[in-house]
């Protein structure tokens, strides 16, 4: 199969990657970098457990074609955590708020509220839903996790 390279920045580091030009930057992840917290649930941009960051906006990596990515700069849950092993506070709330369970919808939950977050530190409620309502949860029932956000707010603050 045809392959292409690209350049682009991941989790702070400068990376290449040679991979089949019909990947996506989800399988790309997973597959050729291994970095396995954006999962794969329907494959087709509905359910949001994909989510990371590209260039500041929360992303569905599941559709992204591979080769878009050049010379951008990518962020996942596996570069959210401090470098001394704390977690950032966005997940320290999804923990302190049983925001997780299976946890297969968790670190999509936390790219898309990081993605509200960095634009907007002080969202509403509504914003809060709004931000998370292309991500599905099968166990939480979304209270807790909206709780998780609300408090990852005012502690970023
Ligand atoms: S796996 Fe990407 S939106 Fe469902
Ligand atoms: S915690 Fe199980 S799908 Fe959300």
Known sequence: MKKVSVSFTLNGDAVTAEVPVTWTLLKTLRE?????????????????????IVDGE???????????????????????????????PIQQ???????????????????SAKGLLDHNPEPTEDEIRSSIAGNFCRCTGYVQIVEAIDMAAKTLK
């Open 58 to 88: 929360a992303v569905n990596s599941c559709l992204y074609p591979i080769f878009e990515i050049e010379g951008k700069s990518v962020t996942t849950i596996e570069g959210l955590a401090n470098e001394d092993g704390t977690l950032n």
């Open 93 to 111: 709330a999804f923990l302190e708020n049983n925001g997780v369970q299976c946890g297969f919808c968790t670190s999509g939950m936390i790219m």
């Open 32 to 52: 050729h970098f291994e970095l396995t917290g954006a999962k794969e649930g329907c494959g087709v941009g509905e359910c949001g457990a994909c989510t990371v």
